[in-house]
């Protein structure tokens, strides 16, 4: 299983921003669709957004959609999400993965094989 590796969490007020950065040294991530996904206290792992590798197209959970940006930075073989307007609902350990051949498959986020191990993220005051 390749190691990603998760980093940018920490505690932010509500309608603050974070941006959260995954990495890895094992292989090139922009010839893979990479993702993020979030758990919060109690409820299901949910995907959150998804960065395509054939084109760079986008997806987002409709919770985050014109508040969270996901982009790459292929010289530093990274992906980021950046998250604005945060809000205590945001609150989560959030994920990268990879190793899936597209993101979405018949509507909803594909079944990804790798994960970091993840970053917290709370939003309160």
């Known amino acids: 299983q390749v190691q990603l590796v998760e980093s940018g969490g920490g505690l932010v007020q509500p309608g603050g921003s974070l941006r959260l950065s995954c990495a890895t040294s094992e292989f090139t991530l922009k010839n893979y669709p990479i993702a993020w996904f979030r758990q919060a206290p109690g409820k299901e792992r949910e995907g959150v957004s998804c960065i395509s590798s054939s084109d760079g197209s986008t997806w987002y959970a409709d919770s985050v959609k014109g508040r969270f940006s996901i982009s790459r930075d292929n010289a530093r073989n990274m992906v980021y999400l950046q998250m604005t307007s945060l809000k205590p609902e945001d609150t989560a350990v959030y994920y990268c993965?990879?190793?899936?051949?597209?993101?979405?498959?018949?509507?909803?986020?594909?079944?990804?094989?790798?994960w970091g191990q993840g970053t917290r993220v709370t939003v309160s005051s």
């Open positions: 993965a990879s190793d899936a051949p597209v993101c979405i498959v018949r509507g909803r986020m594909a079944d990804f094989g790798s």
